[in-house]
Structures are given as structure tokens and as C-alpha cells.
């Protein structure tokens, strides 16, 4: 069975950091990422990572955030710097599962990041 296990979230202030750890369990992952959902906003793409290392970032977080990935320990990490009161939202784990030619997405249970003063 799989299953990611969030951890890092919190309450920082503008210009603070916070590093955000998903463990996951269950299968062998192909890309995994974070994505973030702000009150009454859709859930967005913030950053991935394939299994070979190749990253993509949102624009918005380009230059604070830093995606990062242990594949021996299935675990995925985001550094967030120079955090802003707009990345405020429940940041979600994502990973995927590659069977034969489909691809299976699987989510974590979300950890609040709040920036404010």
C-alpha cells in the first residue's frame, strides 16, 4: 500500500524558511513533487522531481524554492527561502507510480505553511 507522510509545515514569518519531508512507502516512484492550494484557490504545481533528478519549478517559486530528492530513501524534501504571505496554503506530497503505460498519482495528507507577520 502506498503512502506519503508529510512533515515540516508551519508558521514562519515573510522573508523566513522551512523545510518541508515526504517519506514514501509502498512502491518504486517515478517523478514526485509538492503542490499547494491557497484558501479558494486551486491546487497549483510548485515543484518536481523525476527519479533521475531533473527539476521543474513554478515561476513564483523559482530562486527561493529548492526541490530535492532521496531516492535510496524514497523521500523528497522542498526548501523554501525567502518565504512570502502569497505561499501561504496546504502544501500536498505528490509521487507517481509507473504500471505498464498507465501512471497512478498518489497525494499526501497536506501540511499547513503559513507566512505571516
Known amino acids: 500500500q502506498v503512502q506519503l507522510v508529510e512533515s515540516g509545515g508551519g508558521l514562519v514569518q515573510p522573508g523566513g524558511s522551512l523545510r518541508l519531508s515526504c517519506a514514501a512507502s509502498?512502491?518504486?516512484?517515478?517523478?514526485m513533487g509538492w503542490y499547494r492550494q491557497a484558501p479558494g484557490k486551486q491546487r497549483e504545481l510548485v515543484a518536481t522531481?523525476?527519479?533521475?533528478?531533473?527539476?521543474n519549478y513554478a515561476v513564483s517559486v523559482m530562486g527561493r524554492f529548492t526541490i530535492s530528492r532521496d531516492v535510496a530513501k524514497n523521500t523528497v524534501y522542498l526548501q523554501m527561502n525567502s518565504l512570502k504571505p502569497e505561499d501561504t496554503g496546504v502544501y500536498y506530497c505528490?509521487?507517481?507510480?509507473?504500471?505498464?503505460?498507465?501512471?497512478?498519482?498518489?497525494w499526501g495528507q497536506g501540511t499547513q505553511v503559513t507566512v505571516s507577520s
Open positions: 509502498g512502491s518504486i516512484f517515478n517523478t
Open positions: 505528490n509521487a507517481n507510480v509507473l504500471r505498464g503505460y498507465s501512471s497512478y498519482a498518489y
Open positions: 522531481v523525476t527519479s533521475g533528478g531533473s527539476t
